[in-house]
């Protein structure tokens, strides 16, 4: 256990040490864009995971988190001076904006069935969204507005590295935060929510909490999102968005953390391909049926994500080298 502890750590290491030099190798400006937002949409995803993959809650409306992060840190810069300051301070206003909306929504509902909250969520998430186009004077609704980022962030390298040390934060972050004994028991109410309940747990404190942390986690991944950007509109609160979270989490593994970062190199990379070779054939305008086989063919060969069949299948190989010895 300790070596295979050991050997995750040293592989995740050379994975980021080789992500940073990465820029510094590469002249490749559309790679390095890619990856950014890779990196952005892997933070998304794993947000989404610790509702559905650690405690067993669907939401249609993530993106509402999403865009409060995007909306707020957009408006700032372009009121405020475009220093490192505003976008900290926006960041910061749209975290404790996402921590509220998250918090009123889980207590309304989530002491019900997970369903009225899939679609509580996906209600509100809707509101939010009449609320941003019809609020011309604050968002220009469907139009958007560009804006000036920190001036440290207008060099694509820095912001890349930037990103990618937020997602590894983040990542430690959140890892600490399943294998605490708070996460073991959002992991029990996900299995079996009034047993856990009958041991004297207030389950839903626990979905509250969990609630709250992953749209603080959205919340900041849509204040990077428009930075990189520097542009912003209603698509940030759009369904899609939470559909990609939800399509990540789901074909990099549930319950995972690594997998909504596989599933989101997967789908961006995707999407962005399929959408490319729509220059050289026609068939390919019709991108989103391929991406949708791609989508079915992940599902039927790796039922539990890319990482959970993985990791059913080493354990499996192990547990087989076990009887054998043991035979």
């Known amino acids: 256990m300790v070596k295979s502890l050991g050997w995750k750590r040293i592989s995740l290491g050379i994975i980021v040490g080789a992500l940073l030099l990465f820029p510094f190798i590469s002249e490749s400006r559309t790679l390095i864009i890619l990856l950014t937002q890779i990196f952005i949409f892997a933070i998304l995803a794993m947000s989404y995971d610790i509702l559905l993959g650690y405690t067993g809650i669907v939401s249609f409306g993530h993106a509402m988190f999403f865009g409060i992060g995007a909306y707020a840190t957009a408006i700032m810069l372009k009121d405020l001076e475009p220093t490192l300051a ?73 912001f890349y590295i930037f990103v990618l040390l937020c997602l590894v934060v983040i990542y430690v972050l959140l890892h600490l935060f399943v294998k605490s004994p708070f996460g073991s028991v959002l992991i029990a109410v996900k299995e079996n929510e009034r047993r ?38 209603t698509s940030v609160m759009a369904i899609d968005v939470t559909l990609n979270s939800l399509l990540m989490t789901i074909i990099g593994g549930v319950g995972t953390l690594t997998g909504p970062i596989i599933g989101a190199v997967i789908i961006e990379l995707a999407q962005h391909n399929l959408s490319n070779l729509a220059k050289y054939h026609a068939i390919f305008e019709r991108w989103i049926i391929f991406f949708g086989v791609i989508y079915i ?31």
């Open 196 to 233: 856990t309940a009958a041991l004297g747990y207030k389950t839903l404190y626990y979905k509250v909490v969990s609630s709250v942390v992953a749209g603080v986690v959205a919340s900041i991944a849509g204040s990077l999102y428009v930075v990189s950007l520097r542009f912003v509109n």
């Open 86 to 158: 505003s976008f900290f301070l926006s960041v910061f206003v749209g975290v404790v904006i996402a921590g509220i909306v998250s918090f009123f929504i889980g207590l309304l509902t989530l002491r019900l069935q997970s369903h009225y909250y899939a679609m509580f969520t996906l209600a509100v998430s809707g509101l939010f969204l009449v609320a941003a186009e019809k609020w011309r004077s604050l968002t220009l609704g469907n139009d958007g507005f560009t804006f000036r980022a920190p001036e440290l962030f207008t060099d694509r390298t820095t």
């Open 297 to 327: 063919l992940a599902v039927i060969f790796f039922p539990k994500g890319v990482v959970g069949t993985l990791q059913d299948r080493f354990k499996r190989r192990k547990n087989n080298n076990i009887t054998k010895k043991a035979g």
